[in-house]
């Protein structure tokens, strides 16, 4: 999960997701922010000493993500533009601290997960959406959790 590409493309998955409930005028929005803002910060990088809060705010954008898409309503338009471009600063800036140039042409498709969820929601299965959801926000919560948690092995102990 400290790669680069795995915690962008469950990124991009998750606003995938939230793109299934936002209304369609929203989607080339989004999709746009998302790309610009991925090329952009990857482009211009960012220090390594701040990989941490790079994983931080991408583990944490998804858990925003995958909660949004249980608003009654849906999100309406301008949050999901605003979280796509969220996604964009995280996802560049993890690619930048820990991936290669490869990895943003990995991690960006999976915005396309939106295909398969519009459909899904037009069946008897639609709250499969919401439990995909729910479940990469879990996934996130753990991965954002496993820096905080002292655990023996991952830190050199004072006895070393």
């Known amino acids: 999960m400290r790669d ?8 991009c998955a998750a606003l995938g997701l939230l ?27 960012i220090p390594v000493r701040w990989e941490e809060a790079a994983f ?6 998804i858990v925003v993500m995958a909660a949004s898409i249980h608003i009654r309503g849906g999100p309406g338009f301008a949050w999901p533009v ?6 964009g600063v995280w996802a560049g800036a993890v690619l930048s601290v820990a991936g290669r140039s490869m990895d943003l042409a990995i991690a960006l ?5 939106v295909l ?6 037009k069946t008897k299965i639609s709250l499969g959406v919401k439990i995909l959801a729910s479940w990469l926000g879990a ?5 954002a959790a496993i820096p905080l948690t002292p655990t023996p092995g991952y830190a050199p102990d004072h006895r070393e």
Do not use: M
């Open 56 to 61: 931080f705010g991408c583990w944490a954008s």
């Open 109 to 113: 498709p999976w915005i396309l997960l």
């Open 19 to 45: 793109l299934a409930y936002a209304p369609r005028k929203a989607l080339a929005p989004a999709v746009l922010a998302l790309v610009i803002f991925a090329l952009v910060v990857f482009a211009v990088g």
């Open 82 to 87: 605003v979280l796509a471009a969220n996604a």
């Open 116 to 121: 398969p969820a519009l459909w899904v929601r």
């Open 4 to 11: 680069g590409a795995l915690p962008a493309a469950l990124l």
């Open 139 to 143: 996934v996130a919560i753990l991965a």
